[in-house]
């Protein structure tokens, strides 16, 4: 009888380990156990604390923790069931409340939407808020990276086949040469900076960044400007957004990871399901050497773990 308890704590400590909660396990086991077994319970979880009053209590961060954990499994599927204009536009907006921490959500949907779907969030954003995002992003944010962020957030680029290759040549040393000069000017202050990345189409700037490695000694721009996060995220989401949102989907397992960017685990399976997912997870697996179904498998508990699994069988 003993073990038996003894195996059942450990099954409920480990129901509010990872990402989500084993719902059935709490169910099955909580639901049976008398007030002594409770106790035991308490007093063998680091989830607990006894004062000088001999009052046994939650730890408030593990119980804050726990509560974030419920909620995970809900807030995907809200988040799911959205349209995606409004899920855009609702995901913006919480970028802008988190804060700096969160800014490369803007990028992430500014740089990754087809144009009408950009401008689908945008009209969206009117809608819910009563504002426009660009007003949000220029009144909120208030460092270097401004005028990029609102430029990205209100681009309508050309998806069509053609480019001209010496201007792409032209731009990509343009580029070049203001992270050269990174030391007397951040490079997202000249203006021609931002034009490039923020109007110029995702096949104009294939060949912009094809043409900087020739001036970098066959570097990529990304690598040349690893001290400026923001423009990282700008070059990653319009050249390789797999290599971006594996980068993701691997800061967001990590249980010491801060909530908000645990939350890039929802964000990036719930938007690209059914768009790039293949492309992500073939990537996550040349990347780290396993799955990330079989990650998924081994970090998350109950209805969220299988909503995740389902949501990532969609995309093959």
């Known amino acids: 009888m003993a073990m038996r308890f003894y195996d059942e704590v450990d099954v409920v400590v480990k129901a509010f380990s990872g990402f989500g909660v084993d719902e059935k396990s709490l169910i099955s086991i909580l639901g049976k156990w008398n007030k002594d077994e409770a106790k035991n319970f308490r007093n063998r979880t680091k989830f607990f604390i006894e004062d000088e009053r001999h009052f046994e209590k939650w730890v408030v961060d593990q119980m804050d923790k726990i509560k974030w954990e419920f909620l995970?499994?809900?807030?995907?599927?809200?988040?799911?069931?959205?349209?995606?204009?409004?899920?855009?536009?609702?995901?913006?907006?919480?970028?802008?409340?988190?804060?700096?921490?969160?800014?490369?959500?803007?990028?992430?949907?500014?740089?990754?939407?087809?144009?009408?779907?950009?401008f689908g969030a945008r009209k969206a954003y009117h809608s819910l808020y009563a504002r426009s995002i660009e007003e949000d992003v220029a009144s909120i944010v208030t460092g270097v990276e401004r005028k990029l962020f609102v430029a990205l957030v209100s681009s309508y680029r050309y998806e069509g086949p053609k480019v001209h290759e010496e201007t792409a040549k032209s731009e990509a040393k343009t580029l070049y040469n203001a992270v050269v000069n990174a030391a007397k000017k951040h490079p997202i202050e000249d203006e021609d900076v931002v034009r490039i990345l923020s109007t110029r189409s995702k096949l104009h700037l294939k060949s912009v960044f094809k043409h900087y490695k020739e001036f970098s000694a066959g570097k990529g721009m990304e690598e040349n400007v690893e001290a400026y996060p923001s423009l990282i995220h700008t070059v990653e989401c319009l050249s390789t957004p797999h290599t971006y949102f594996t980068k993701v989907l691997e800061e967001a397992i990590n249980l010491h990871a801060d909530e908000k960017v645990k939350g890039g685990l929802t964000r990036v399976i719930v938007t690209r399901a059914d768009v790039d997912m293949k492309v992500i997870k073939e990537e996550y697996r040349k990347k780290n050497g396993g799955t990330l179904i079989n990650k998924i498998e081994g970090m998350a508990n109950g209805n969220f773990k299988d909503f995740l699994l389902t949501l990532l069988a969609r995309g093959g």
């Not at 959205?82 to 536009?89: G, I, P």
């Open 72 to 118: 995970r499994f809900q807030g995907a599927i809200v988040l799911w069931t959205m349209h995606q204009w409004e899920r855009d536009a609702h995901l913006i907006n919480e970028a802008l409340i988190d804060g700096p921490k969160s800014y490369n959500v803007l990028v992430e949907i500014g740089c990754t939407r087809k144009s009408d779907e950009l």
